[in-house]
């Protein structure tokens, strides 16, 4: 790109930051591989440091503490993948919040920030219902809505799903598990990821959803690096997906493939 990426409505201009998201075998990592073997200027977003996560770690453990100590000590506390996912969604701002040099950049986020608050939102423990947590999501959501430029959402239907999740080498919580339990929470998850975007989009992203049982991946990775191209085109100039590939459906900056 020759000029930073003018962030859709805002009118903003910096690095672009996209999301891809969606339930275990979607896509996403193939998506994300494909991307980035075709345009130099994408990268994935760094993980932190363990040194670097400590203050994020003590930060959000002062904070909810006592009211687990006082409210919820009967039930169980965060696990080490829950306070992973919260110490990644301060640190990961903190970093894309500093200037850059390098403005043209595209940072992709897999089970990034919509991902992990989603996460927290269906499976994390009883403290996440209380007043003080609820208000650090809210937060972190409203941070991150100011963030996030694009939202790529890959799904497919659950019996796809569920055969590429146990064609896998890896392990998932559902694998192993009966066919109607599965669905039910493919189901669970994707009603909570849905209502954590409907929060998160406010009219400055561009989310874009993809159902990858009926799209190729190249023809996914052609209409995401043709958004990516509309949004770095300079201030003024219409954005046009018309041209994508596929019919488009939708508003508010949401299109269905």
Request: proline share 7%.
């Amino acid at each position: 790109m020759g000029y930073p990426f003018n962030h859709h409505a805002a009118g903003t201009t910096g690095p672009l930051v996209v999301e891809i998201i969606g339930p275990a075998g979607a896509g996403k990592s193939t998506l994300f591989t494909a991307l980035s073997q075709r345009r130099g200027d994408i990268r994935p977003a760094p993980y932190p440091s363990r040194l670097r996560q400590l203050p994020y770690r003590l930060g959000n453990t002062w904070a909810l503490l006592p009211t687990f100590l006082r409210y919820y000590w009967h039930s169980r506390w965060f696990t080490r993948r829950e306070i992973r996912s919260m110490v990644y969604l301060r640190a990961w701002l903190h970093a894309l919040e500093k200037p850059t040099p390098n403005p043209g950049i595209v940072t992709i986020f897999d089970h990034g920030p919509i991902y992990r608050l989603a996460y927290l939102r269906a499976l994390g423990p009883e403290i996440t219902s209380s007043e003080v947590y609820q208000k650090w999501w809210r937060t972190l959501l409203d941070r991150w809505s100011r963030v996030l430029d694009v939202i790529v959402w890959l799904d497919a239907p659950n019996p796809i799903l569920l055969e590429r999740i146990r064609a896998r080498d890896s392990w998932h919580m559902v694998k192993d598990r009966s066919q109607e339990e599965a669905y039910a929470f493919l189901d669970h998850y994707r009603c909570f990821l849905e209502q954590t975007i409907a929060q998160a989009m406010n009219g400055r992203q561009v989310l874009l959803r993809f159902d990858t049982s009926q799209q190729e991946v190249a023809q996914m990775a052609d209409t995401i690096l043709h958004t990516f191209d509309a949004l770095g085109q300079p201030c003024g100039m219409t954005m046009d997906l018309g041209q994508a590939g596929g019919p488009l459906r939708g508003t508010d900056s949401t299109y269905r493939f």
